[in-house]
């Protein structure tokens, strides 16, 4: 099992930044990516962006050039900095981790956090 704990959400004003972090822990070694989803009201879940212990990213074409996902991966962190950030990122954030990355979708994550919540306001 992985366990995901992610922190950094809350209140931000359109055109703001906010970090988010996760901690990783567990059975995490046939984990290849880790990356970041989100649910907004209404919505499905989406992944948006993922990251391997290298340097391959991926991002959702709705964060590109916004949101930065970094990993430290000697502390099993991952990280998301959200610039520039739009009413319509308001959702609940989720940690994922990814073993085979068959797809970069929602569909392929094997473990979610809990999430936490990132409030875009006007």
């Known amino acids: 099992q992985v366990q995901l704990v992610e922190s950094g959400g809350g209140l931000v004003q359109a055109g703001g930044s906010l970090g988010l972090s996760c901690a990783v822990s567990?059975?995490?070694?046939?984990?290849?990516?880790m990356g970041w989803g989100r649910q907004a009201p209404g919505k499905q879940r989406e992944l948006v962006a993922a990251?391997?212990?290298?340097?391959?990213?991926y991002y959702a074409d709705s964060v590109k050039g916004r949101f930065t996902i970094s990993r430290d991966n000697a502390k099993n962190t991952v990280f998301l900095q959200m610039n520039s950030l739009k009413l319509e990122d308001t959702a609940v954030y989720y940690c994922?981790?990814?073993?085979?990355?068959?797809?970069?979708?929602?569909?392929?994550?094997?473990?979610w956090g809990k999430g936490t919540l990132v409030n875009v306001s006007s």
């Open positions: 567990g059975n995490i070694f046939n984990i290849n990516y």
């Open positions: 994922a981790a990814i073993k085979s990355g068959w797809s970069l979708t929602s569909a392929a994550v094997d473990y």
């Open positions: 990251a391997t212990s290298g340097r391959y990213t």
